[in-house]
């Protein structure tokens, strides 16, 4: 059974930072790529980042370019999210989501549990 858990949420401060992680198993997370995403109240969920399945190659969208990093340590099987720059507009949920490939074209296959951060003074 596949599972993530997502954890490192919390209350920032605008202009803070803050760490996600992503634990993950149930698969072989050497041989697939994972995502990020979030959704914030009223919102549909937005795709933040993807990173292919050894952690080579990474894209992010334009609203976290520059502010995110997504990382993935396949000995640990985590996928991590380190945010800085937080601004109240990230406030959401924040998941991380196992893709369908390797490469990190595909669609989503599973969507863990989410974490909740909160931008705020």
């Known amino acids: 059974e596949v599972q993530l858990q997502a954890s490192g949420g919390g209350l920032v401060q605008p202009g803070g930072s803050l760490t996600l992680a992503c634990a993950a198993s149930?698969?072989?997370?050497?041989?697939?790529?994972m995502a990020w995403v979030r959704q914030a109240p009223g919102k549909e969920v937005e795709w933040l980042s993807t990173?292919?399945?050894?952690?080579?190659?990474?894209r992010y969208a334009d609203s976290v370019k520059g502010r995110f990093t997504i990382s993935k340590d396949n000995a640990r099987d985590t996928v991590t999210l380190q945010m800085s720059n937080l601004k109240p507009e990230d406030t959401a949920v924040y998941y991380c989501?196992?893709?369908?490939?390797?490469?990190?074209?595909?669609?989503?296959?599973?969507r863990g549990k989410g974490t909740q951060v909160t931008v705020s003074s």
């Open positions: 990173i292919n399945s050894g952690g080579s190659r990474v």
């Open positions: 989501e196992k893709l369908r490939d390797a490469v990190g074209y595909s669609t989503m296959d599973y």
């Open positions: 149930g698969f072989t997370f050497s041989t697939y790529a």
